[in-house]
């Protein structure tokens, strides 16, 4: 346990190293000029974790910067605020500055935000010519932000930064300087031009996660499947297939690459593993994979494919005469007056009486010649802001059926802090709905 503590702070302070490091309006610079780090291709497999971890690691850094560019936090804001450096120290290899701003605004920073620091507002034509330095909040007390630096006399290259924006032989000066300015704010308070803007860019704990996550693999029991996941789960299951109707509309709106990630997930494999820098269409590659999933899942995409072995796995028997009335009776039984079964006092089941409950012939049935299973799929997201991205795609845009046409799918969206244009689907809006239509829990009843 001690171990792995140890070498999650290590991760921890190696990616806030590389981050604190990048020179903030240079990297601006990408949002016009786009990103000018290497990329390569990613493989299907693995030779080695090593490998792995050499295509992965650029890429998080890379989704990192895109977060960064947005400017904003989770809650869609990005702001700056006048600050004074109260206390400036170095521990071990890191400098802290203890900045006290307006007690109106330090409830926007919390632990793990990236701030920016600099003697002039960022976005004023003259803030380049003046100290700044990219910084994460260690803390907040009271009306003072505890912000963590990297000052080193010399710039630290990690390996897998490849994302030129270390700022070269001009980095260690300008850390000089940054370090040489706080230290004589921090002296002298009362100093004319003794202010600083500190800015919230985003929050970095999602990111971090990631990073975690991905130099973690070593310790995980499924590694080889993340390596390799070539093997299906059973070599005997065959494929599952989509609908020809959807797979065309699909077609007509996804490139390549995001066809062969939608369709990766019909091959039934352990795990399917699909990432890419921003903007290359992840979200919308997401609701082409639930589409996909939804519909194979489903009796009538069965009918539009050519597997046999899926549609007879779905065949369900033909209903008798004598069975659909009996049916008919157990669903509707007041209407032979048999009385209603719903309108008995309940009873208390003991925990081994849920099976046999739900096996008695007076619980409501579905009726018709076949039943149809519904495919349920959970879609889970490293944060709610991610999480409530997808959501509010697939509840705008929708999804695709069977016939290649758009619908709008059940969706209950679980969880906290759901953001308010994904509020109508969110677990607590539709118990209330519910609690609305019967008039319990003190609320009003649908007219």
């Known amino acids: 346990m001690v171990r792995e503590e140890a070498q999650t702070g290590f991760q921890i302070t190696r990616m806030q190293t590389i981050i604190m490091q990048w ?154 300087l940054v370090r040489k300015e706080l230290q004589e704010s921090a002296n002298d308070v009362t100093k004319e031009n003794s202010g600083w803007f500190l800015t919230k860019l985003c929050n970095m704990s999602t990111i971090l996660r990631e990073w975690l996550a991905l130099n973690s693999i070593k310790s995980f029991p499924f590694k080889d499947v993340i390596i390799n996941p070539q093997k299906r789960i059973d070599p005997n299951i065959a494929a599952r297939e989509a609908p020809p109707a959807l797979m065309a509309k699909l077609k007509s709106s996804h490139n390549q690459y995001q066809l062969e990630s939608i369709t990766s997930a019909l091959e039934q494999k352990p795990i399917n593993l699909i990432q890419g820098p921003p903007g290359t269409g992840k979200t919308r590659t997401i609701l082409g994979l639930l589409s996909v999933l939804l519909q194979s899942f489903s009796e009538d995409s069965v009918a539009a494919t050519s597997s046999a072995a899926a549609a007879k796995a779905l065949v369900r028997p033909t209903l008798t005469a004598a069975d659909k009335q009996r049916n008919w009776t157990r669903a509707s039984p007041w209407m032979t007056d048999g009385g209603n079964p719903r309108d008995a006092p309940l009873r208390m089941l003991g925990k081994n009486e849920f099976a046999e409950y739900w096996a008695q012939p007076e619980r409501p049935r579905v009726l018709g010649e076949k039943t149809r299973h519904k495919p349920h799929v959970l879609v889970c997201a490293p944060s709610n802001s991610a999480l409530d991205e997808i959501v509010h795609r697939v509840i705008t845009f929708g999804l695709t059926d069977l016939n290649g046409n758009r619908y709008t799918p059940s969706i209950v969206r679980i969880g906290v802090k759901c953001h308010h244009s994904v509020s109508s689907v969110s677990m607590d809006s539709l118990v209330a709905q519910r609690l609305g239509v019967t008039g319990t829990g003190g609320m009003k009843p649908r007219s």
């Open 23 to 176: 020179d903030y309006f240079k990297l601006t610079e990408y949002e016009t000029e786009g990103s000018a780090s290497p990329l390569g291709a990613v493989p299907k497999k693995f030779d080695s974790i090593e490998e792995y971890l050499s295509v992965f690691g650029p890429l998080v850094l890379e989704e990192c910067t895109a977060q960064i560019i947005r400017g904003q936090a989770e809650d869609g804001e990005s702001r700056s605020h006048v600050g004074v450096v109260l206390h400036f120290e170095k521990t071990h290899e890191f400098h802290y500055a203890k900045v006290a701003v307006d007690m109106r605004h330090v409830r926007h920073y919390s632990e793990n935000d990236l701030v920016l620091i600099s003697r002039r507002m960022p976005k004023s034509g003259n803030a380049t010519s003046q100290p700044y330095r990219l910084g994460t909040v260690d803390g907040v007390v009271g009306t003072s932000v505890r912000v963590r630096f990297f000052l080193p006399d010399n710039p630290v290259q990690d390996p897998v930064d490849n994302t030129g924006l270390l700022g070269g032989e001009q980095s260690g000066a300008k850390s000089r």
